[in-house]
Every structure is written in structure tokens, then in C-alpha cells.
């Protein structure tokens, strides 16, 4: 057994008196004189915390309790057995055979004083290694190498043993065998840290308010002499112009309302208004001429008075233009003399000329503005007055748009939008389909288009007209006298009748501008109204009816084949007579009741009459239909026996031809 542990065992046998046991964590801080008292305290304070140390160790008898003792048996052999592992504490025990406490707390506190001493020297001897001394260190006699008397020996050896010990400033000397006196041990060492952090954290604390109140105090004074400053350049500026302050682009800054007049009767002596002119000339009014003189109306100390005089900062950034009318006098009438007799008002009026499209026989192509020279006399006149008033020494009459400029120019859109849409006019053609084509192309339109004043494009409707009449003209034939020879081979001609080709001329008008409007190139017939057969010579075609008055005979041709004749029995000579003309069946009818007509020569109306075929041939009443009351036909029957206008035959040929002939087939009535 060691002589560590027989200490220990004659510590327990004999019953040592209870002792006061500290580790090198707690700091005790009190004097030589109170030693006993805190003492007494921390132990308190280790036996509420730590030691529930009853029946730890076994059942101590009170016989073995030593009067007056401090610790009982078991909680010394807790506080031996926690010291087991601590060599310096440990020493102190074992070199001492005391039987009383008061020796062994001196000793133990000793050894505290001295960890103490050794924890403020640190910093010390961290300085020193850091800037070594001139002198050369000392040899420390080292911890628990030598040999010392008891006594006081014991105490030096214990405590340079702890000097030894730097590197175990906050470790604990409680072993990890004892947790619960570790926990103890452990929240001794937090506090005392965390009283240590808190003092450095209150020092940093007074020394950041300390410095923002210097920060504080320094930018109020800032703040004041700014403050002053600024005030007193407002009341400085209180009778005068701000900085950048300028009136009729005069610079006036930090002038007074006097520096200002005495200014413009400076500039009223060489005053001159000088006017230019579009063509880069310029002409001179001078103000000695018109007898100008200064005449204070307030208007200086009136633009003074609307001054902030608190802005002034602003105008270092945003100068101050002022524009307005010096209190001058003239003489009027000899300055109106004057503007009348400047050569842009008396000689050189051209009027502008607009940018328009022009034909330049193959397309249109813009022709540019003109600007001209014409002036707005009486807006030159009230400007010249104004600039006078003003003190403006220049004027330039056309960037205040005096000059009556073109309303298009060549950039204007309307000018480029009516280029192209004529041209686009001209891109249309349009081709007639007839025996002989008839085209309408640019040559032709470039004479139908047009631009109003406000550059929109027009067509001379009255000239598209004229063109579509003409050529109805030409290809209408209803009423046409037309040539021919009959089936008998007599050479004969006809006129009237309402058969034939009819342009719908007033829709062509409208259809062929459209046409136009659109750049179209087409191919088309002109829009008819009615329709012939064919176009050119007989426009009845092959299929027709031919009735000859004079021979009293019909004939019906179906494609080109006589397809029936038969002999007829026609109108009345006189009033009552049978039509000639060229017409076509309107109307077929069975078992119908002709209504009587009157005879204008008699004034007696013929009774109503019932016919089984009626093919009409005029809306007036003349058709062609069965008459079973005539006696006979053809010849010269009919002078004596004739219809009151239609064309009277035979049953079983007007039941044949009725059958044969549809509705508009040509019907051609001739002598």
C-alpha cells in the first residue's frame, strides 16, 4: 500500500477531527482575521450544494466524533477520497500529522493565496515574453524537487508547486471519479467567469456609450453651425437675387433691386433688337430711334418679393430663368413705322408651296415644299413690342414661327401616304372582254384621280362617267336601227323595240372605280342591265321570231332551222297598227281572257276575249295568240279585219309555236 493511501486509512481509524477542504477553484477573498468565518461558510455551502453525504461511508458512531470538530467522519473520508488524485492538496494532508482543523485551513489557504498571486502575475510575464528584459531571469526552483522542513517548508513547497502549475489555471482538481462535487466544482468556475466576462462586457459597454455621446455631441455642433450658416444666407438674401438667378438673360445674382435698374439703364443707352430672318439675313430696330427710356414700374422689387429666400440651396442645383416686361417708354407709332418698313414685310411675301405628289408619266413621285417668305405680320408686331418691353436684344421670327410654313412637307405622311396609294390607282387594269377588247389601264385613270387640300385622294366621278357612257354607247343596241334581209329575200331595217344589249351604266360607274381603287388587274364583261344574244351585227342570234307586216307572215328560226311559218292577221292600219321594233317575249300564258281595248279612233272598247295560247310581246298588250274568230289570214285581210295590235294565228299554229318557244326569245315585228 502506498503511503498516499495509509494516510488516508489513519486518517479514517483514528478519526481524524473534521477538516476544511478547498479546491483551487474557490477564491475565497477575505482577510487573515475572517479566515475561520468564511471558512465555516463555504463549508455550509459545500454540504447544501454537493455532499448528502450520510451512510455514504458507513454508520459513524458518535463515540468516534471528536467534540468541536468541524467535519463528521464521512464527509472527511468523501473530501480524502475527491483529493485522492490531487498531488498538491494531497501532500499537504499527508505531510501534516495535525489532529485539529486550523493548521490544515491555513496550509490549504496558502496554497489558494499563492494560485492567486501566480494568476495575476500571468499577464505580467506574458508582457515580458513578449519585450524581454535587459536583466536575465531568475531560476524558479521547481515544484516538488526539493526537500523542505515541515511547517513552513510544507507551505513553500505547496505553493511553488501550484506556481508550477500554469497551465492549470481553470482546470478542476475535484477527479471525475466524484461527479457531483465536478458539477460543483465546474459552476464555481462559470460564475466566477461569467462575473469576469460581465465586468468586460460593462467596461466595453460605458466606453461605446462614451463614445457615441462624443459622436452626439460632435454632430450637434455640426449641426448648429450649419444651421447658422444657413440662416444667415437666407437673411442675406432677403434683399437680394439668389444664387443662378437670372431676369430676360441678364445674370442678376446677389444684385439688389437698385444693381439691377442701374443694369438695364446701362444696356437702355446701346439697346438694339436685332431681327433674323428665314433666308439667314437680319434686319436692326434701335432703341434710340424710338425714343426708349427706362420707366421703373415695380416689376424688379415685385420678382424680388416672390423670391424664397430659404431656397437658395436649390438654386446652386436648379437655376432661375425670369422673364419679364422692363417698364420702358417709347415712341409706338415710329416703331410701327419701322416694322412696316423692314424689308421682310414690304418686299420679300412668298407664299409657301406644300410638298405634293406629281405625275411623272410613269408614276407619281413627291415634289418637295416650298417655304416661302410670308410673314404673320401682326404676330412679328406684338413679338418686337414684347422683346422691347423684355429687354431681348435678338429675335429670330422663324423659330417663333412667325413664317406661314408649308402644311406638308415632303416627310408629312399624308403626302407619302397619297404617293402611294396613286400609284397604287395607276397599277390597275381593267380589260373589257367584247369582240375587240376594250382595256382601261394608267393611261387612261392617271386622268380620273386626284388630292384634295388635305391630301386625300379623289376620282373626277363626272370624268369615269363620260368614259362608261361612251362605252355603253357603243355596245348598247336596244333601239338600234339594225340591217337584215328576210326570209323572202327582201333587204330590210328595223327600229325600236327594247331587245338588245343595256349597260347598267351608273353600276359600271361605281364597279370599275372600285376596281381602280383597288390596283386590280381583271378581266371582265361591263355590268348589262339586259342582255342580247350575241355581240356585233344581229344581236338576235339564231333562234328568234321574224313576223313581216307588209307580207302579213311569220317565221321561227330555232338555231339557225325554220322551225314553223304560218300567215297572220296584225293590227289595224292607223292608230290601231301593229308595232314595229325588235322585242322578246315577256309572258306565257294558257287559257287566259284578253281584256278589250279601246280603239282611239272610235273610243269603242272591244268586248273581253278568251284565247288558249298568249305569248306577250309588249307590257302595252301586243302578243302573239290564237284567233279562232278570223275567218281568214294573210293577204290583205287585216286592212279590213284587223287586231287592235297583236299578231293574230292560227290555232294549231299558235298551239305549235307555244309549245316550241320559251320565254325572252327575240321577236323581230318589220315591215
Partial sequence: MSEKNKNIDEINKNGLKERDVFSDDFQVEVQEDEISKALEAKLEEYR???????????????????PGASLTTSEMEKIQSSLENDTDDMKILRDSNLQDTSELKRRIINGSNAREREREERPREAIQRKAPSKEPQKNRP??????????????SKSDTGNMGRKSRRTESIIPASNPAKAEYVKKATDDSGSRRGGTMARS?????????????????????????????????????????????????ANFTPDDVKRVINDHIEGYSLTILKINGESEVIYGDRIGLAYHDTGEIRALLNNQNPFAWPLNLIFPTTLNTPIGVEFDVDELDRQINNLRAVAYEQVPPENAIPVFNGEYFEIQPEVLGATLDVEG?????????????????????????????????????????TLNNYLNASI?????EDVVVDRNTIIDWISLDENMNTTFYVERVAAWVNDFADRVDTVGITRYFTTPTGRAVSVSGGFYGWLMDREAEVEALIGNIQGGEVVRREPIYEQRAAVHGG???????????LSYQYM???????????????????????????????????????????????????????????????????????DA???????????????????????????????ALVDLFVPVIIHH
Avoid at 52 to 61: I, K
Avoid at 142 to 155: E, L, N, R, T, V
Fill in 48 to 66: 447544501q450544494e454537493v455532499l448528502p453525504l450520510e451512510g455514504v461511508l458507513g454508520y459513524v458512531s458518535k463515540e468516534n466524533e471528536k
Fill in 142 to 155: 521547481s515544484g516538488g524537487s526539493q526537500h523542505h522542513p515541515k511547517g513552513k517548508a510544507d507551505s
Fill in 204 to 252: 466595453k459597454k460605458t466606453k461605446k456609450k462614451s463614445k457615441v455621446k462624443r459622436n452626439l455631441i460632435i454632430f450637434t455642433c455640426l449641426l448648429l453651425v450649419l444651421l447658422i450658416g444657413y440662416t444667415g444666407v437666407s437673411v442675406y438674401f432677403f434683399d437680394r437675387f439668389v444664387f443662378n438667378t437670372q431676369i430676360n438673360g441678364e445674370n442678376v
Fill in 380 to 420: 412679328m408686331r406684338e413679338l418686337i413690342h414684347q422683346s422691347i418691353h423684355s429687354f431681348i436684344s435678338q429675335i429670330n421670327l422663324e423659330h417663333e414661327g412667325l413664317y406661314l410654313l408649308p402644311r406638308f412637307t415632303t416627310e408629312s405622311f399624308e403626302v407619302i401616304n397619297a404617293r402611294d
Fill in 431 to 435: 380589260t373589257y372582254t367584247m369582240d
Fill in 538 to 548: 344581229n344581236d338576235w342570234g339564231n333562234t328568234f321570231i321574224q313576223v313581216d
Fill in 555 to 625: 317565221w321561227f328560226f330555232q338555231d339557225g332551222v325554220l322551225m314553223l311559218e304560218s300567215p297572220v292577221v296584225t293590227g289595224l292600219p292607223g292608230s290601231m297598227a301593229t308595232p314595229p321594233g325588235v322585242f322578246f317575249i315577256v309572258e306565257m300564258l294558257r287559257d287566259t281572257i284578253l281584256e278589250g281595248a279601246v280603239n282611239p279612233d272610235t273610243g269603242i272598247e272591244a268586248n273581253p276575249t278568251p284565247v288558249s295560247y298568249w305569248m306577250r310581246v309588249t307590257w302595252a298588250g301586243i302578243g302573239l295568240h
Fill in 628 to 658: 279562232i274568230w278570223q275567218e281568214n289570214f294573210g293577204g290583205d285581210w287585216f286592212q279590213s279585219h284587223g287586231s287592235h295590235g297583236c299578231i293574230n294565228m292560227p290555232y294549231e299554229q299558235a298551239r305549235d309555236l307555244y
